[in-house]
Each structure stands twice: as C-alpha cells, then as structure tokens.
C-alpha cells in the first residue's frame, strides 16, 4: 500500500530515542522527509546517518528543548524554511524513569514531567498546527501509555502526564476535524525490540518485570518498537484521512479482561 508520504515532512519529537528513532526509520522508509528532533543531537545525528545509509532517505537532525517555548517557536519556524511544511507532527518526546508512590514523589521530578511530556507536547503542537490548518492537511499523533488510560503503579507524573496525552489530542481532533488536520493516541504497552521475541520462560531470567508483563498478555508476548512505528505511519497517511479523536492500543491484548 502506497501510503502517500513522498511529499510529506514529518517532524517527531524525541526522535532520538527507542520508539522514537523507529518512527523516524518507518516514515523515511514510506517516503516521507524526517526531522529528528531532540534534546541529544548526537543521538539524532546517528539516526539520520541510518536514514540516509540504509535507507537512501532524506533526514535532518535538530536540537531543542521543548520546555523552552522560544527555542520551539525559533526552530520549527527553521524546519519550515528549510523543509517547506510540517505536515506530520509525532510528539513521542517524553521523561519515564519516575518511581515512587505519592507520599514519597519529588515535587522536582513532577514538575520536569509535566513540562516535557505535556507541556512540550503543547508548545510544539501550538506552532506546527496553525500552519497545518491553513493548508488544509496535518496529522497529529501523539504517544500516550497504557499508563495513560489506567494508571502506573508508581508512575505517578507519567500516568498523569500520559493520560493528559489523550485528552489534548482529543481536543486537537475536535478543532481540526473541519480544517483536514487528524490527530489521534496511541497507547502502547511494553514494547522492548529483541525481547519480545523470547519465550517467557527466557525472559524471566532477563527481566522478571517485562516476564510477568507478557504472561499477563494474551498474546503471551511484549510488542516491538516496529508494532508502534507502523500504526505511526499509517496514522500519518492519507488513507487515515477519516480516522480522528482516537486512542490505540499496541498492547497485545493486555487492556482486555481475561481469566
């Protein structure tokens, strides 16, 4: 299936990381034009060498903080020159090391949170958008968790900030819905590349957490970073062009009621 996205730039938060260096190599794999865009720009560099190596791809790596609005505002305005549009924004970008019940939380950690997962989503969707919707086109994707719809036992400020996710881009739906420009969730479970391709009795001895998480699964296994940057793709595409408001699940069944 040709997805439509030859003359499409799209622009992911957080492209550096697991699931986010994925996405990049699915879209530029699809046509797309790929802004890679982080905080370690290192890291973006070598997912654009792989774009363009191994892939024959078009990718630029960007630095910037998306909790500083006049850094966002100045460098999408720089994408946009450069690129011609932004036509696809994936805001994947988040913080998920956080561990502790409430009366023990850092009010530090919080904060930090708040403003990466949330606030960063904001600022930048708050400059891409207006100009998807006076060319009528645009696709929004944001990264949710299954933590976002039913809690994180001691995640405290990513549940929060992940469930936040899912109303703003319910929100954006709504007020792009006459204007060409989609947005939806998706809301992964554990996804963990090469592991999840072990039987769950060799995953207990990697990882006893990751090992419980997959026999709670239906599918008795955890999904791939390639699970989540598929459904990124074609979410992107113009045959999603009717599908908004939207949350996703890429959990391998863990979300539905099993005895």
């Not at 191994?54 to 990718?59: H, K, N, V």
């Not at 932004?86 to 561990?99: E, F, P, T, W």
């Not at 947005?183 to 990751?210: R, T």
Request: proline content about 2%; hydrophobic content about 40%.
């Amino acid at each position: 299936m040709d997805l439509g996205l030859d003359d499409r730039t799209a622009l992911v938060t957080g492209g550096a990381g697991r699931i986010g260096s994925e996405d990049c190599r699915v879209l530029a794999a699809e046509g797309a034009e790929v802004v890679v865009l982080d905080v370690a720009l290192e890291k973006a560099e070598n997912v654009v060498s792989e774009v363009e190596t191994d892939l024959d791809g078009t990718a630029h790596a960007v630095e910037c903080d998306l909790t500083d609005r006049e850094d966002v505002a100045d460098t999408v305005a720089a994408i946009e020159s450069e690129t011609g549009s932004v036509d696809v924004l994936v805001n994947n970008a988040g913080m998920v090391d956080a561990r502790d019940r409430i009366e023990d939380f850092d009010d530090d950690i919080w904060d930090r949170d708040l403003s990466v997962n949330l606030t960063g989503a904001y600022n930048v969707t708050r400059e891409v958008y207006p100009r998807m919707k006076e060319r009528g086109w645009g696709r929004i994707i944001g990264m949710s968790s299954m933590a976002g719809w039913q809690g994180g036992f001691g995640q405290l400020s990513y549940a929060a900030t992940k469930a936040g996710l899912i109303g703003f881009g319910k929100t954006l739906a709504l007020e792009g819905a006459q204007h060409g420009v989609t947005s939806n969730v998706i809301a992964p479970s554990i996804v963990v590349d090469q592991l999840a391709e072990l039987p769950i009795d060799q995953l207990e001895e990697v990882d006893e957490h990751f090992a419980r998480i997959a026999k709670a699964t239906p599918m008795r296994k955890l999904g791939t970073e390639a699970d989540v940057a598929n459904l990124v793709a074609y979410l992107a595409s113009e045959q999603a062009g009717y599908i908004t408001g939207q949350v996703i699940g890429v959990t391998g069944g863990i979300d539905l009621f099993t005895f």
